[in-house]
């Protein structure tokens, strides 16, 4: 008899499992567990929305839409684009309404790979682009971003890695997890980089509702010469409290759509129904709950932000997202060590930098859509673990 | 800065100056002086408690009344407002638009209390013209705050990308 075989195929036997993953099972044995952990804010979706859902169930709307999204949640969408981003994309054929914007990742990438391109991420960041591109059958290419630089991508470092085979760069800002953004000044500069060259833009902007410090939010599509090049993926998530009702949405050039919408309907057929419906009263009525979010994420993020300082550890101030990636390099501990240990002395979860790139090594992510006093707890248990532990 | 302090307070009366501090990125002493102003303004009038009293032994009847007035020359409904405010029993006293001048929400043991407050002490009133009381049967929500909430945990996964 031969040696059993596995079935399942070499690409994803050789893909890792996410540290994220791999650290939740551990965190998920432990009892009485104070996270700062998740990827999701702690807000309810606004009351309107949920409204909406119930509405549109008892009105039996719970079929299949057309491949691309309802056109009045389009014709939304490209209203609010135009609103913040101040980019035109029309409903007809510049938008498709996704499965989250993780499915935005995916779909983009198939679209336009072929085998053996290469794609640019910065690192440290989200979990999946790296997986995503090597299922795509391409190439990942890791630019490491560095503190000195606020985590900002910066032209030269592009230039580093760029080569005859690659294909696009992947643009996370604001950015999960280190909390850096990209100004306009940023994208001016590595715009200069990439206008020349045939290279795609895959902008992941599902935090762009959440800055700070009166830094509004700036693509790269709204970069002269960029918009060609650029897909904006973005989604519901985080901007309305939304993440179980999986919606995002892709705009890009007509062709880009087209593609997408091509893998789409084999892959997906059409994202949830009752949530696109839902999706549409939060574009049209909950721009103020937005707002409020976002002050009360500034609040936390400076109650966290002086915390870490207080306590010793380097940290510099984001201005995006819901994170906050302090050093712990004081404690002389790799990023496992730091949180494993944290989470059996003082029941803290944090996640480990090192999940979320390699470079993400010394540094570890606290996320802030927790209540300050529950954020001030946790504080107080990281503090006194790291004076314990400090070199 | 003082809109912000404002929000906090409102939301919590009970949170000191430094964390307001802290959360707005100020110092506590430029804090406190905002409030100590606020409050000498009389724009923070008074710090008080949201207490749902169903949940307690006290026993308790809260009413609103409609009531229509004379205005008065030269001092229009303020002065009769003035009147009826300083009742202790009276917790409200609005200017109303519409069918009626002024809404007058009170509280009392009970019942009968509260008909003998209208009928003795509101009614008389010289321009007072007329009022119709409604009492409150139970309350959702009172100030921004639903009373009788699921305390519900987080559901969220403990650690998520």
Known sequence: MTEKKSFIAEKIQALPYSGIRKFFDIANEIEGVISLGVGEPDFDTPWAVKERAIYTLEKCRTVYTSNAGLLELRKEISKYLKRKINCDYSYNNQIIVTVGASEGIDIALRAVLNPGDEVLIPEPSFVSYKPCIIMAGGIPVVITTKVEDNFRLTPEEILEKITDKTKALILPYPNNPTGAIMEREDLEKIAEVLRERDIVVISDEIYSELTYGNKRHVSIAEIDGMYEKTIVLNGFSKSFAMTGWRLGYAAAPADIISAMIKIHQYIIMCAPTVSQYSAIEALKSCNESIDKMRKEYDRRRRVMLKGFRDMGLECFEPLGAFYQFPSISVTGMSSDEFCEKLLYEEKVAVVPGSALGECGEGFIRCSYAYSIKDINIALEKIERFVKNHKK | ?161
């Open chain 2, 1 to 161: 800065m003082e809109k912000d302090i404002l929000e906090l307070l409102e939301n919590d009366s009970r949170i000191s100056a430094g964390q307001i501090a802290d959360m707005l990125g100020k110092g506590v002493e430029e804090v406190e002086e905002c409030i100590s102003k606020l409050e000498k303004d009389n724009v923070i009038c008074a710090y008080s408690t949201l207490i749902n009293w169903d949940n307690t032994e006290r026993e308790y009847v809260t009413a609103l009344i409609e009531v229509k007035v004379t205005p008065q020359r030269d001092q229009g409904f303020d002065k009769i407002a003035q009147r009826i405010q300083n009742f202790e029993e009276v917790k409200a006293v609005y200017l109303m638009s519409g069918a009626y001048d002024l809404t007058v929400i009170m509280e009392g043991k009970n019942i009968k209390e509260i008909s003998s407050f209208i009928s003795a002490k509101l009614s008389t009133l010289d321009s007072v013209l007329s009022t119709a009381t409604h009492f409150v049967l139970k309350k959702y929500k009172d100030h921004g705050v639903i009373l009788e909430q699921e305390k519900k945990g987080d559901e969220r996964m403990i650690v998520s990308p």
